[in-house]
């Protein structure tokens, strides 16, 4: 069955790289920007630390989130460690970290939460990765939405919006994903993604 996902997965980082690629050049662009600022101000003999310590926290703040969004990439580009099972909730985080802040440059509004405790799982890892790319990439598609890890003996993840139209995702995906024994199910007009236990 990952033969059959493998594509898929690949087909998805493409799409969140793709839309990601923006708002990481931006970060970048603000270090550039604040750290060129500083240099060329502190060149100036009358300068102290109060004219640029407003530049110096800029660029601070900006190089913490560049980072956060270029490890949220290496992650999701390495081949997943297959020696401890996946968690769930971490790699919600790193997706989160890229599509987040790439739908409020869209103009849509994606909310991730119930990342911040553990959800292991036995399906694998690229499997995991893949059905919640693509849940947030099809909440995308709409206005945006919500995606939340529901507490329980196997990690559930709810998809929803305030759209008429219920979040799918492509039966080639839900099919490989059943595969893996990855549940989809509505709970109309929301997607739920109910993955094995640990």
Not at 63 to 88: F, I, N, Q, W
Not at 146 to 172: I, K, M, N, Q, Y
């Amino acid at each position: 069955m990952i033969d059959v996902i493998a594509p898929l997965w690949l087909a998805a980082l493409q799409e969140i790289i793709d839309r990601g690629a923006h708002e990481v050049k931006d970060s970048l662009n603000g270090v550039s920007l604040n750290l060129e600022v500083i240099r060329s101000r502190s060149e100036k003999p009358a300068t102290t630390g109060k004219d640029i310590s407003g530049f110096a926290a800029a660029a601070s703040g900006q190089l913490e989130t560049l980072s956060a969004r270029v490890e949220s990439m290496l992650v999701l580009a390495r081949p997943a460690r297959t020696a401890t099972s996946p968690d769930v909730a971490l790699t919600m985080k790193q997706l989160a970290t890229l599509l987040v802040p790439t739908a409020k440059a869209d103009g849509k509004v994606l909310q991730v939460d119930g990342y911040d405790r553990t959800a292991p799982s036995k399906a694998p890892p690229v499997a995991v990765r893949l059905a919640l790319a693509s849940g947030m990439l099809a909440l995308m598609q709409q206005k945006g939405g919500r995606c939340t890890l529901e507490s329980g003996r196997e990690p559930v993840v709810r998809f929803s919006h305030e759209s008429a139209a219920a979040c799918t995702l492509d039966p080639a995906v839900a099919d490989a994903l059943a595969g893996c024994n990855i549940r989809t199910r509505r709970s109309d007009p929301d997607l739920l993604i109910v993955f094995p236990g640990p």
